[in-house]
């Protein structure tokens, strides 16, 4: 995904743009496991050609219409993206996203529903893929256990509380006990580094744009904001 490109698009380069795969955002960014920069990086530099020999090099190659072909001869079935109707910046990252993973044989059906529909379909696991915004917090904490605790999914069917995905990792499970346990900061850092790892080999989900939030403030009286 070309994220510079869709980034400009909706947002006019209006906000800051900052992108990484193991979703440590901008005011977050020193949990971020200095080791670990170059891989974030290039797990979402856009590349199409590389995508497709990553996919030639297990099988699966484009036919003459320009459709993915599994190494079983099939073509990879189609499957839906869905976001909230209305919500424009959503609707239009849709569009850009099956456009340009159509360019690598992929056929994705962007869809657009009510906010109930959406959220319902996270909650009980019924949807194929979807766009869904992440709960920040002063720390990576909130955003980890939000999207990858045990205690915040359900089966296929029930209702998850934030854990949409239905991804689970016991070593994840671990660092957000050791997380939540002590006070010391160097051990705290070290947990999430540990989690950043992991998301970075398994990539559960897929970080798209920054969720911009708009503010306002003066300057006469109070200075110091942060960047």
């Known amino acids: 995904l070309d994220r510079n ?19 440590i955002t901008y005011p977050l960014r020193s949990w971020m496991d200095p080791t670990l920069t170059d891989l974030a990086s290039s797990l979402i530099t856009y590349n199409p050609q590389k995508a497709q020999d990553l996919l030639a090099s297990i099988g699966f190659k484009k036919n003459e219409q320009g459709l993915l072909i599994g190494p079983d001869g099939r073509v990879v079935p189609s499957f839906t993206l869905s976001a ?19 360019e690598i044989g992929l056929q994705v059906n962007a869809v657009q529903q009510s906010f109930g529909q959406w959220y319902s379909s996270l909650q ?3 949807f194929d893929s979807a766009i869904m915004y992440m709960n920040v917090g002063t720390n990576p904490y909130e955003a980890y256990y939000t999207m990858f605790s045990p205690s915040q999914t359900a089966p296929v069917g029930q209702v998850a ?39 970075l080999d398994d990539m559960p989900a897929v970080v798209l744009l920054p969720g911009p939030i708009d503010d306002v403030y003066q300057t006469s009286t109070l200075a110091g904001f942060p960047d």
Not at 6 to 22: A, E, G, V, W
Not at 84 to 102: F, H, M, P, R, Y
Not at 165 to 174: A, G, H, K, Q, W
């Open 84 to 102: 909230v109707a209305g919500w424009t910046d959503w609707n239009q990252a849709e569009s850009i996203i099956a456009q340009e993973l159509k």
């Open 161 to 199: 509380s934030s854990n949409f995905s239905r991804y689970t990792n016991p070593l994840i499970t671990d660092a957000l006990k050791v997380f939540n346990s002590t006070s010391d900061s160097r051990l705290q850092k070290q947990a999430m580094y540990t989690i950043e790892r992991i998301v």
């Open 5 to 23: 490109f869709m980034f400009k698009s909706i947002y006019f380069d209006s906000y800051k743009s900052y992108y990484n795969s193991t979703f």
């Open 124 to 126: 009980t696991g019924t």
